[in-house]
């Protein structure tokens, strides 16, 4: 089968098309033929080594991606009966064990694979696990009350979006920041204060939450710059490993999506939400998967709005 691997870290062009066997489904698992695959942060932070330590046991090639949209084409023994040869999934893959989802064929536990959302393509459909799933494991982290307040960093990312809109599904005031030119984008998503981006964000959102927002979470990655916009005794997720330490009894809880894959619940839901048309489902570009070089440099040119996503139909 067709891969996008590479052998070695490093820059975008260290990923390469190669040839893999395709792989068997075993107990309790699914093979699934990848139609499509969405390229996210964290396959960049696969390619260039910064999980490194997280693959001192798997022997390159090194295969990214956490997103995959297609089509199960075999049953393992033991999988789950929710699903069936010929049916249209997306899975969300962890690709440290053993492989990520640039491949034509992927093999995943059952547990981590739902139908894909009813009226979508397979391109859409690839961009909504690991950020809706990143989103409300960071709101579930918070487990703020129905009417209390929430900010959201990065609100115009994939995840970001995601949050705000699962936020106001959940009954929370939200404030979110944006560039002026996605203030539109971000409100769209239901934000009831829109502030400016940017170094000052904190200050930027106790002007509508002067006492400080009871939790926020971290899209943007600004850790000690958004701190402060978090109420004494209030909460912080940070979605890229970030401890702290903050101050005022502020508690810092990092949120890693893989501690969702099993919880094949919580991933139908998002499902569910996002034939609801509660998740907006975002596609940037579509690219032949040959050209996953260039979309992990269009991905860290940076200013997408939605997901890039490699074609391997």
Do not use: C
């Not at 022997?59 to 069936?84: E, S």
């Not at 839901?269 to 940037?284: C, H, P």
């Amino acid at each position: 089968m067709k891969a996008i691997a590479s052998t070695t870290y490093g820059g975008p062009d260290v990923l390469r098309e190669v040839d893999l066997p395709t792989p068997e489904a075993g107990p309790g698992e699914v093979r699934i033929r990848v139609h499509a695959a969405a390229v996210n942060p964290t396959d960049a932070m696969l390619r260039t080594g910064a999980y490194a330590a997280r693959t001192t046991d798997v022997p390159p090639p090194y295969v990214p991606g956490m997103d995959a949209a297609g089509v199960i084409d075999q049953l393992g023994p033991g999988a789950d009966g929710r699903l069936a040869v010929g049916q249209r999934v997306v899975a969300l893959v962890i690709p440290t064990g053993p492989r990520g989802a640039y491949a034509e064929h992927i093999v995943v536990p059952a547990e981590s694979v739902v139908p894909a959302p009813a009226g979508t393509d397979h391109a859409e459909a690839a961009t909504l696990l690991m950020n809706a799933a990143t989103a409300r494991l960071a709101l579930d982290t918070l487990a703020l009350p129905k009417g209390a307040t929430v900010a959201v960093t990065g609100a115009a990312g994939a995840v970001g979006g995601y949050t705000v809109e699962l936020a106001k599904a959940d009954g929370l005031t939200v404030v979110a920041d944006a560039a002026p030119h996605d203030r539109d984008l971000v409100r769209g998503f239901g934000a009831d204060h829109v502030v400016d981006r940017g170094t000052d964000v904190a200050a930027r959102i106790r002007e509508p939450a002067p006492a400080g927002v009871p939790g926020l979470v971290d899209g943007s990655d600004q850790r000690e710059e958004a701190v402060p916009a978090v109420a004494d005794g209030g909460a912080f997720v940070a979605l890229r490993g970030w401890q702290g330490p903050a101050e005022r009894g502020v508690t810092v809880t990092p949120v890693f999506v893989a501690s969702v894959r099993a919880d094949t619940a919580l991933l139908d839901t998002l499902r569910l939400q996002a034939e609801q048309g509660v998740l907006s489902l975002r596609v940037a570009k579509v690219l032949p998967a040959s050209d996953a070089a260039e979309a992990h440099r269009l991905l860290e040119a940076g200013g997408l709005r939605g997901r890039l996503v490699l074609d391997f139909s």
